[in-house]
């Protein structure tokens, strides 16, 4: 009798973008896929979920969702349905559909997490979104001046001299990591960390009460897919090596592997970014101990546009979502 061997659990934990274009990548592969997404977003859409509607932020849970949804047919339909951003009326431009969907679909059903697990079947995704932490909580950061901000979009997008280093972030009140996160993170195979903002999409969910304890005691293979650029006001003039040291702060120390991309990142984009301060991180790590470094191109050839009613500032240059896929898939078999 044939009986088919488990598939490989693959875990991603981050936010935004960055996650977006991992699990879009990985859901091509026969993984068991798992995001662990963030839940301390405070800008755009999600400001207005969170103030009108008394609900958790849900735009990196919708973007997950879509990066995993299944693209045929109708249910392809569904999927630009999700992402589609109104432009026009003075109540509900800027927002989502998908953001709305999530919302009313929590009103009719008196939860938001069986609203999140019931988007999931109508999507049929390939795969898990989790919430980090029901927790309702705001991040906080602390500057090298002492000053602190105390909301994430502020973070994200600085009203103060964005050079100025973060020297600390933390979260109010604390939250506490959903039970359905540990279980993926001690399970797994693969834990991805990133790509995405380091402050305020990744770390994040690394102040979740259980969420380090968890990295810790999980016989996974940590991955940490460093960002193709700096990020004014949170990265300013990091180096790889930095951006390890913030991270390891929170996660004590137990980063197995790190991909760094070596592909040519367009001079038309480069040009732009340049205008924010931002530049290609900086590759310093050393070879060997403690970090298997994995360089390889990760950089998709593509510029990002956005939509006009969307008032967020978005990467210009991301992950090319296959490249990135497969270098992590081959750091999955080589690790088992």
Request: proline fraction near 4%; charged fraction near 25%; hydrophobic fraction near 40%.
């Amino acid at each position: 009798m044939n009986s088919k061997l488990p598939l490989p659990k693959v875990v991603v934990v981050g936010g935004g973008t960055g996650t977006f274009v991992a699990l879009k990548g990985l859901k091509e592969h026969p993984v068991d896929l798992t995001a662990i997404v963030t839940m301390a977003d405070s800008g755009g859409s999600n400001k207005r979920i969170r103030d009108e509607f008394g609900l958790l932020p849900t735009s990196d849970i919708r973007q997950c969702f879509v990066a995993l949804a299944d693209e045929n047919g109708g249910l392809g339909l569904m999927r630009s349905l999700f992402m589609y951003r109104f432009e026009k009326g003075r109540g509900i431009a800027g927002m989502t559909f998908g953001n709305l969907f999530m919302a009313a679909l929590a009103e009719i059903l008196g939860s938001q997490a069986e609203a999140i697990r019931q988007t999931r079947k109508v999507l049929r995704i390939k795969g898990k979104v989790i919430p980090v932490s029901y927790t309702d909580t705001n991040l906080s950061a602390r500057y090298e001046d002492g000053h602190v901000v105390a909301e994430e979009h502020l973070i994200d997008e600085p009203e103060h001299d964005g050079t100025l280093k973060i020297t600390d972030v933390f979260l109010t009140p604390k939250a506490k990591a959903s039970p359905e996160a540990i279980d993926a993170i001690k399970q797994a195979d693969l834990v991805v960390l990133g790509p995405g903002d380091l402050y305020t999409s990744l770390i994040p969910n690394l102040l979740v009460e259980g969420i380090p304890d968890a990295l810790a005691s999980t016989k996974a293979t940590i991955v940490y897919v460093l960002n193709l650029m700096t990020k004014y006001g949170q990265t300013y003039q990091y180096s790889a090596a930095d951006h390890l040291r913030a991270l390891e702060g929170y996660i004590d120390k137990r980063i197995n592997a790190v991909l760094v991309n070596t592909g040519t990142i367009p001079k038309r984009a480069l040009a732009v970014y340049a205008k924010s301060h931002e530049v290609p991180v900086a590759d310093d790590i050393t070879n060997g101990k403690p970090y298997r470094v994995v360089r390889t191109d990760l950089v998709s050839d593509r510029l990002v546009t956005k939509s006009k009613s969307d008032a967020l500032v978005r990467s210009l240059i991301r992950h090319d979502n296959g490249k990135l896929a497969n270098a992590l898939m081959h750091m999955l078999r080589s690790s088992s």
